[in-house]
């Protein structure tokens, strides 16, 4: 790992929502809001003699991710469904993000073994749209595939 990182992209366009395409079960999406997803592996000092930690526990490795979908997409998810399963049927699936940079080159995170755990809506009056925050269980992330 480099000792000296630093951000090449001074003063240039930096990634933004625009950059970024996802793919979720063989097709880009278009009706996304919000997409997030982070890893994580607990860790904790070990204590001995004395008040300093002598070293560092490491725990379980914990990925998680949660999409936002307009209704529209939501339909056509279901819609390419066999008749009486719903999104938590879909058998585990990767989800591909891609961002584009400034100059052309691809970057891009791989979700792994993604799978719907709720389906629902949240719509009130005066919504002009409705998108559904759907939390998905996944195994692992691949960071910064190439």
């Known amino acids: 790992m480099s000792q000296n990182a ?33 890893d994580n592996v607990a860790k904790e000092n070990v204590y001995g003699n004395g008040d300093m930690p002598i070293g560092r526990s490491r725990g379980n490795y914990e990925a998680k991710a949660s999409i936002t979908l307009y209704k529209e997409e939501v339909d056509a998810i279901h819609a390419s469904l066999p008749k009486g399963k719903r999104l938590q049927d879909i058998a585990p699936f990767d989800m591909v993000v891609e961002y584009m940079r400034e100059d052309g080159s691809i970057t891009k995170d791989i979700i792994r073994n993604a799978e719907f755990t709720n389906v629902g809506v949240d719509v009130k009056q005066a919504d002009g749209t409705i998108a559904t925050q759907f939390t998905l269980i996944i195994s692992h992330i691949n960071w910064n595939v190439i």
């Open 6 to 38: 630093t951000i090449i992209n001074k003063f240039g366009t930096m990634t933004g929502w625009n950059s970024i395409t996802t793919n979720l079960l063989g097709r880009d999406v278009e009706g996304i809001n919000t997409l997030a997803y982070d």
